[in-house]
């Protein structure tokens, strides 16, 4: 039989291990998750985003309606505002801490901000699940979740992957607010 004393002195011993192992486990490896409405340019919304942490980086998936068929370059956009409808430049520039040249093609980068393309179907519906290991929800230089947030942005045209400081993309049509 286990005296008093012997048993607190097991349940510290458990304790101690209990948060050794906490420590050991990274605290953004919690599932963590937010959802964001998709706007177009006169604030409809026209879908949904979800963006969860992984191991590391993000899954994103993305349903909408509503857009035009074909390519779209899309990226994180380093503010979560997306009350300048006309153009939503209220998002500002893609998420890109270290200055990093734009573009997966490109031998000095890519950024933290890109994304590949969104292919959206003829009837203009899109719904797409994807990794990005650049960023992460809550933690280090390239968190979404920074104090004003992240925009996902989808853009007019296809981003080539590689031409400064966009890929191309052209206008924005499509925003989220990531917070």
Known sequence: MLTLLNRFKLFGLALCLTGLALMAYPAHAVALSTQADLIDNSGKTIGTVQVEQGHKGVLVNIQAKDLPPGYHGMHFHAVGDCSDLAA??????HVNPFDTPHGFRNPDGPHEGNLPN???ANDGTVEVELYSDLVELDF???KLLDDDGTALIVHTDKD????????GSGGRIACAVIQ
């Open 88 to 93: 939503f430049k209220s998002a500002g520039g």
């Open 118 to 120: 969104l292919v959206v």
């Open 140 to 142: 280090g230089p390239a």
């Open 160 to 167: 080539d992957h590689y031409s400064q400081p966009i890929g």
